[in-house]
């Protein structure tokens, strides 16, 4: 694109377009699979609000479209608040709302004690990656340590919830089988405000960087590629960075460099040709 500036015309190349999306390894995307899974299994138009952090980006592709509001930090959980009155008005969809645990400190608590005092039939879903990871990573009452690297005593998200008075249960986001399955029972089994804490870290913060969990492949002898049936689920719309589409072999490939080594896009693969390992170190 050209433009004049100081009497110069100067060009510049366009980069190529590139989506917004999360992290190889990021335990947001395998926590909305589930999540959006779990609400189309349920098959009541279930819906989800949203809150301010990283994994706002679920409003696009890179979480499957599964939130439909976002307004400001700890406003998730208060709209939902706000939705799960509605059932005497005869709305039947489960009710949603997302939150991240330095937001759930920030500004999640006060929407969850009005869930609770105004017995809300809503899930919050807290997305508790350990740090404050849209911004830097900055300390928060949930972990051991202050500003300044001295420690301090963390606060327990669990404790704060069951005490508020809500149901609280927890998952692993890379379980991604067993995660869907707990997401759904608490929607169809449980009612009023309740609390599902899915807890992973962050694929970037200090204690995970660099370290993989998984040795991860894909066996091109299981890999059907495109005649798999599933239109490429792995590469089209799970879509992590470190799953590739190789077009001159037909398949889905580890793109190693990238790679995390979370393991949860073994979970998602029909055919079961993701494979993984654990790491020995």
């Known amino acids: 694109e050209d433009y004049e500036k100081s ?3 100067l ?16 335990p947001h995307r395998a926590s909305y699979w589930s999540i959006n899974r779990a609400l189309t299994l349920n098959g009541e138009n279930g819906f989800v609000c ?6 706002t980006m679920a409003i696009l592709p890179a ?10 930090m700890g406003s998730g959980t ?4 706000g939705f799960g009155k509605l059932k005497s008005f005869g709305m039947k969809q489960p009710v949603v709302s997302v939150c991240g645990d330095s937001t759930f400190f920030h500004a999640g ?9 105004n017995s809300s039939d809503m899930l919050l879903v807290i997305l508790d990656n350990s740090g404050t990871a849209m911004t830097g990573f900055q300390p928060h009452p949930g972990i051991p340590s202050g500003a300044a690297g001295n420690e301090l005593p963390s606060v327990d998200i669990e404790g704060i919830c069951r005490s508020i008075g809500a149901k609280t249960f ?6 991604v089988a067993e995660t869907e399955k707990k997401v759904l029972e608490i929607i169809e089994n449980e009612s009023g405000p309740r609390v599902l804490i899915m ?36 590469t089209r719309v799970f879509r992590c960075p470190g799953l590739v589409w190789d077009s001159a072999a037909g398949k889905a490939v580890i793109d190693e460099i990238i790679c995390a080594g979370c393991g949860g896009c073994a979970d998602i693969c029909p055919s079961g040709a993701i494979k993984r390992s654990e790491v020995v170190l």
């Open 7 to 9: 009497g110069q015309i």
């Open 11 to 26: 060009s510049f190349t366009k980069s190529p377009n590139r989506e917004l999306t999360f992290c190889p390894g990021c």
């Open 50 to 55: 949203g809150d301010i952090g990283c994994y």
């Open 63 to 72: 979480g499957f479209g599964t939130i439909k509001t976002a307004h400001s």
């Open 78 to 81: 208060g709209v939902a608040s």
């Open 109 to 117: 608590m006060p929407a969850l004690v009005n869930a609770v005092h």
């Open 170 to 175: 927890t998952a692993d986001p890379f379980n």
């Open 199 to 234: 807890r992973q870290g962050c694929a970037l913060s200090p204690e995970k960087k660099g370290k993989k969990k998984y040795n991860v492949s894909v066996d091109s002898s299981i890999c059907k590629g495109s005649d798999c049936g599933c239109n490429r689920l792995c």
